[in-house]
C-alpha cells in the first residue's frame, strides 16, 4: 500500500503523519533484530531524528524506507560491539488453570523454541517472526530488508524447516 505523501517532510504535520504511520513496524522490525526493546525504542527514536535532521533532503515517499535504513545501520553498529540474545517472549505472569504439568510442559516449549530462534540466522530469526508474529506478508518484509520477495520466501523455508528439526510438533 503505497501513499502518495504531498509536501515536505520539514512540514510537522507531513513528519507527523510519516511518524505514526512506520515507527511501530519500525520498532519492531529494530525489536526483533536487537531483542532489546530499550535498544529498538532507541533506534527508532534516532532514526526519526535523523528524518528531521535531513528533513530537506528526503523526499516524503522516500521516508519510510530511509528510516528502515537509518534504523538498521544503527543496529548493525551495535551488533559489531555486543552479542545478542532475543528475548521476544511475554515476561507478565498470568493467572491460569492449567496445571502445573501442562505449565512445565510449555515452559520447557518455549525455552526449546528461544533457544531453536537464537541458533537461527538473524535475517531468518527476524523474516520469521515479523510474519508469524506482526503478521507481515512476503513482501511488506521484502521492502524493510531491502531485498526480493523470493529470497524472503527462501529465508522463512530455511528457518522452519530449521525449526521443525529443532522441535518436534512445530
Known sequence: MKTKNTGNVCEEQVFDTIFKANSKTVF???YYKFGNEEKAYDAVQEAFLKLWEN?????PDNAKSYVYTVANNLYL????????RLKYADK???STNESPEFLMEE?????KLDRALDRLPENQRSTFLLNRIDGKKYAEIAEMEGVSVKAIEKRMHLALKALREEIEGI
Open 55 to 59: 528533513c530537506g533532503k528526503v523526499a
Open 107 to 111: 515452559e520447557e516449549f518455549r525455552q
Open 77 to 84: 553498529n551495535v551488533i559489531k560491539a555486543e552479542k545478542v
Open 28 to 30: 519492531n522490525y529494530i
Open 92 to 94: 507478565t505472569l498470568k
